[in-house]
């Protein structure tokens, strides 16, 4: 008893204050500009209140990054004509542009990807592990964050758009 109580005291000392201030379920997306890896704008300002966005927080040395991607292709290819936004956000941790080039060649990422060199997106969305998946609905409001990628209908997509 001892020990599960020690380990837990350990846990809320040492876990969980580096996931408070995290953006959560029903926080707001924290709006940044920039530019992807093609060189095209990337500003959340110009999507929140217009379309719903999900952001895919990735590493190219994280194993379970290279599962999604296929899942969210399929999510890209059919709800970004219909108006979600979609962005792939390298961490920048521990990783080189080259090698997030790369990853995305490997994996065939369909939607646009932002490296975050400094990891300054990253540290402000306060990400602890990759991949991390936000997806928030047209008014920037988040409605799921996980490690795996979300299942959508076209119901929960008529929802987001609202």
Do not use: H
């Amino acid at each position: 008893m001892l020990k599960l109580f020690a380990s837990f005291v350990l846990f809320f000392f040492l876990f969980l204050p580096m996931s408070a201030g995290a953006v959560n379920i029903g926080d707001m997306l924290l709006p940044f500009a920039g530019t992807d890896m093609q060189g095209k704008p990337v500003d959340l300002t110009t999507v929140i209140g217009k379309q719903p966005v999900m952001l895919v927080f990735w590493a190219s040395w994280c194993p379970n990054c290279k599962v999604e991607v296929p899942k969210i292709n399929k999510l890209y290819e059919k709800y970004s004509p219909q108006g979600m936004t979609f962005l792939g956000i390298n961490v920048g941790f521990n990783d080189t542009v080259g090698r997030a080039a790369a990853f995305v060649d490997l994996t065939k990422t369909a939607y646009p990807v932002f490296f975050d060199n400094k990891s300054v997106v990253t540290k402000k969305y306060k990400i602890q592990g990759v991949p991390t998946i936000l997806m928030a609905d047209k008014s920037g409001r988040v409605v799921f964050r996980n490690f795996i990628a979300p299942e959508i209908s076209d119901q929960d997509f008529k929802e987001l758009s609202r």
